[in-house]
């Protein structure tokens, strides 16, 4: 990883979190495991910046292997890798979870009206 790029590990019982930033002014290609040899070589977006290009659960190369190059990460873009699929599935309910919090709020009134004779 070159000087503009900076990354924050911590592993849980059964999961590694990444946070990985870009704070230089072009698009670089980011090999995390340089830099932190005990990651794996795949890991999922849990979550990027609007700008990184980057989808949410996504595998993303995080070393150069088999040919492939690592992620590109475009400028001053952010993202939040994670060894669990886990954490897909917890964003999932999370959504489904907020979705049954406001959906009756969403739903539209309709104005009782009152028949001629």
Do not use: W
Request: hydrophobic share 35%; with cysteine.
């Amino acid at each position: 990883m070159s000087e503009s790029n900076h990354s924050v590990q911590k592993s849980l019982e059964n999961e590694t979190i990444a946070v990985v930033m870009n704070l230089g002014s072009e698009t670089e290609e980011v090999c995390v495991k340089e830099s932190a040899p005990k990651l794996p070589d795949n890991m999922f977006v849990y979550t990027s910046s609007v700008h990184s290009g980057l989808g949410f659960g996504k595998k993303g190369n995080i070393s150069k292997g088999d040919g492939e190059g690592c992620v590109q990460l475009r400028p001053f873009a952010t993202m939040v890798l994670s060894t669990s699929q886990g954490a897909i599935t917890s964003r999932s309910i999370i959504f489904c979870f907020l979705v049954s919090i406001f959906a009756p709020h969403l739903h539209f009134k309709m104005k009782r009206t009152e028949s001629l004779p």
